[in-house]
């Protein structure tokens, strides 16, 4: 069985196909971040009008690249939501035309339950059940997975998620975005000593997440330090004006020592944060296996502290390749395979849903 699957709910145009007795055959991605970079952020009408340029190209990449033809495909997996509607509705409906013309299965995918079966690429997938922690640039989520189509919800962000927050700050610190990376890097020659951040949300039970006062914590300590710059600098130069852009936030004005700092600290205290209520959802469920899935899974601190928890647990923790984490064709491809192989498929109608809470998941 072969199936095409199409990721567009964001800023990348992901393309693949899976197929269930060799793997992935094809997987073609392109990422819109140059697009985007000079706004500062994903700007939703770009994006739809990118994707709608580069879906069918890519779908003729993937074909080629896998050395099939359209009629030994044996069904079409697309993105329905969560995401921008105008972009998911690019791959809703380039899916569900291509599927009818075809005389094949549509099958509309959940962009998280894509993330979260994600691991199951890899050569060594975790079996059911587990706990997954979902951490991408629009959710943050704590699992319980008993089953294909089995999701609990445990928690989530009640406001900015993880990569959302990551991005935030970066931007703060004057790094160009999706900083997310970027900060990690620059994180990398911090020193964890010089400040320190709260774990927000830890002090009381719960697996919720919030992770805005972070980012204004990052905004106060930048405001702080670029302060004392400018105070220092002004006592050498007494005829520069003392208010001059003391108030904004403006991290390019912090020697780069201070911005490593800071993200070190930021970095730290969201990641612990991460291993907390991972370990409490690991206590509640009784499970052993973790699942970290979503852009943020590829930050190498989450990886090692998460590796860390487990391993102190007895347990083990699963994430995908770095290429995975972020948004792909393979987990839509994969995904609508497992569902077209349980009878599932969508009817013709071409339906996105921007919201869709993953306990909802009916398809
Ligand atoms: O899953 P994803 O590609 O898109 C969504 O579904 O949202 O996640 C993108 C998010 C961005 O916020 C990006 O900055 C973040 O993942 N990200 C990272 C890293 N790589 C990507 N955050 C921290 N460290 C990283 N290494
Ligand atoms: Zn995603």
Same mark, same amino acid.
């Given at each position: 069985?072969?199936? /095409?699957?199409?990721?567009?709910?964001?800023?990348?145009?992901?393309?693949?196909?899976?197929?269930?007795?060799?793997?992935?055959?094809?997987?073609?991605?392109?990422?819109?971040?140059? /697009?985007?970079?000079?706004?500062? +952020? $994903? $700007?939703?009408?770009? !994006?739809?009008?990118? %994707?709608?340029?580069?879906?069918?190209?890519?779908?003729?990449?993937?074909?080629?690249?896998?050395?099939?033809?359209?009629?030994?495909?044996?069904?079409? @997996?697309?993105?329905?939501?969560?995401?921008? $509607?105008? !972009?998911?509705?690019? +791959?809703?409906?380039?899916?569900?035309a291509l599927a009818y013309a075809w005389n094949v299965p549509a099958i509309a995918v959940h962009?998280?339950?894509?993330?979260?079966?994600?691991?199951?690429?890899?050569?060594?997938?975790?079996?059911?059940?587990?706990?997954?922690?979902?951490?991408?640039? =629009? %959710?943050?989520?704590?699992?319980?997975?008993?089953?294909?189509?089995?999701?609990?919800?445990?928690?989530?962000?009640?406001?900015?998620?993880?990569?959302?927050?990551?991005?935030?700050?970066?931007?703060?610190? =004057?790094?160009?975005?999706?900083?997310?990376?970027?900060?990690?890097?620059?994180?990398?020659?911090?020193?964890?000593?010089?400040?320190?951040?709260?774990?927000?949300?830890?002090?009381?039970? =719960?697996?919720?997440?919030?992770?805005?006062?972070?980012?204004?914590?990052?905004?106060?300590?930048?405001?702080?330090?670029?302060?004392?710059?400018?105070? #220092?600098? #002004?006592? #050498?130069?007494?005829?520069?004006?003392?208010?001059?852009?003391?108030?904004?936030?403006?991290?390019?004005?912090?020697?780069?020592?201070?911005?490593?700092?800071? !993200?070190?600290?930021?970095?730290? !205290?969201?990641?612990?944060?991460?291993?907390?209520?991972?370990?409490? @959802?690991?206590?509640?469920?009784?499970?052993?296996?973790?699942?970290?899935?979503?852009? $943020?899974?590829?930050?190498?601190?989450?990886?090692?502290?998460?590796?860390?928890?487990? %391993?102190?647990? =007895? +347990?083990?923790?699963?994430?995908?390749?770095?290429?995975?984490?972020?948004?792909?064709?393979?987990?839509?491809?994969?995904?609508?395979?497992?569902?077209?192989? #349980?009878?599932?498929?969508?009817?013709? @109608?071409?339906?996105?849903?921007?919201?869709?809470?993953?306990?909802? /998941?009916?398809?």
């Amino acid at each position: 069985m072969k199936i /095409l699957g199409i990721e567009s709910s964001c800023d990348e145009t992901g393309i693949a196909i899976y197929d269930d007795q060799q793997g992935l055959i094809a997987n073609q991605l392109y990422s819109q971040i140059k /697009l985007h970079a000079d706004y500062g +952020g $994903v $700007v939703p009408e770009l !994006a739809s009008r990118d %994707h709608i340029r580069k879906t069918v190209p890519l779908i003729k990449a993937a074909l080629a690249e896998a050395n099939v033809t359209a009629s030994d495909l044996n069904g079409v @997996a697309y993105t329905a939501g969560p995401g921008l $509607v105008g !972009a998911l509705l690019v +791959g809703a409906s380039i899916g569900r035309a291509l599927a009818y013309a075809w005389n094949v299965p549509a099958i509309a995918v959940h962009h998280m339950e894509g993330h979260l079966l994600a691991p199951m690429l890899e050569t060594n997938p975790p079996e059911f059940p587990f706990v997954a922690l979902l951490v991408s640039g =629009g %959710h943050t989520q704590l699992i319980s997975v008993t089953g294909i189509g089995q999701y609990q919800l445990l928690g989530e962000s009640i406001d900015d998620a993880a990569g959302e927050a990551f991005d935030k700050t970066a931007k703060l610190l =004057g790094l160009d975005y999706p900083g997310g990376a970027k900060l990690s890097k620059l994180a990398e020659m911090g020193d964890a000593a010089r400040f320190h951040f709260p774990r927000p949300m830890t002090d009381r039970p =719960g697996l919720d997440f919030s992770f805005s006062g972070l980012k204004t914590f990052a905004a106060n300590t930048i405001l702080k330090n670029q302060n004392q710059n400018q105070n #220092q600098n #002004q006592n #050498q130069n007494q005829n520069q004006n003392q208010n001059q852009s003391q108030g904004m936030v403006d991290g390019q004005q912090l020697d780069q020592q201070t911005k490593a700092d800071i !993200a070190r600290a930021f970095e730290d !205290a969201l990641v612990d944060t991460l291993v907390i209520k991972a370990r409490r @959802a690991l206590e509640l469920t009784g499970f052993n296996r973790l699942v970290i899935a979503g852009g $943020v899974s590829a930050n190498k601190t989450v990886r090692q502290k998460l590796a860390e928890l487990m %391993h102190s647990r =007895g +347990g083990q923790v699963y994430y995908p390749r770095l290429d995975f984490c972020t948004d792909n064709g393979a987990m839509i491809a994969y995904a609508g395979m497992i569902h077209l192989k #349980q009878g599932q498929h969508s009817p013709l @109608a071409i339906e996105v849903k921007p919201r869709w809470p993953l306990n909802d /998941l009916v398809i």
